[in-house]
């Protein structure tokens, strides 16, 4: 079992730059690999970003790709995302998640067995 906190969303103006956290307690962090995903109102629930359990392979969403990055310090159990140059668009609330196959970047929800409560990214134009 690991349980998920995400911190540091928030509200930037369109151009600007958020990171958010994600820290996991419970079993050894590096036997999972981590995700990223969002939900706007009104929408179904999608991938942003992937990384495998050390950090090898990344894998993103189109419309966040050369924007955004995700990274993970083991040591310090927590995954990150990088958000640079935001839209108006991807105001949504963010939650990180997590599967037991670490070698693999997915991009399906319905791979991820843990999820955290999400936090709230809104972006004004």
């Known amino acids: 079992q690991v349980q998920l906190v995400e911190s540091g969303g928030g509200l930037v103006q369109a151009g600007g730059s958020l990171r958010l956290s994600c820290t996991a307690s419970?079993?050894?962090?590096?036997?999972?690999?981590m995700g990223w995903f969002r939900q706007a109102p009104g929408k179904e629930r999608e991938f942003v970003a992937a990384i495998d359990w050390n950090g090898a392979n990344t894998y993103y969403a189109d419309s966040v790709k050369g924007r955004f990055t995700i990274s993970r310090d083991n040591a310090k159990n927590t995954v990150f995302l990088q958000m640079n140059s935001l839209k108006p668009e991807d105001t949504a609330v963010y939650y990180c998640?997590?599967?037991?196959?670490?070698?693999?970047?997915?991009?399906?929800?319905?791979?991820?067995?843990?999820w955290g409560q999400g936090t709230q990214v809104t972006v004004s134009s």
């Open positions: 998640a997590a599967h037991t196959k670490p070698w693999a970047v997915l991009r399906n929800i319905n791979d991820y067995g843990y």
């Open positions: 419970g079993r050894t962090f590096s036997s999972y690999a």
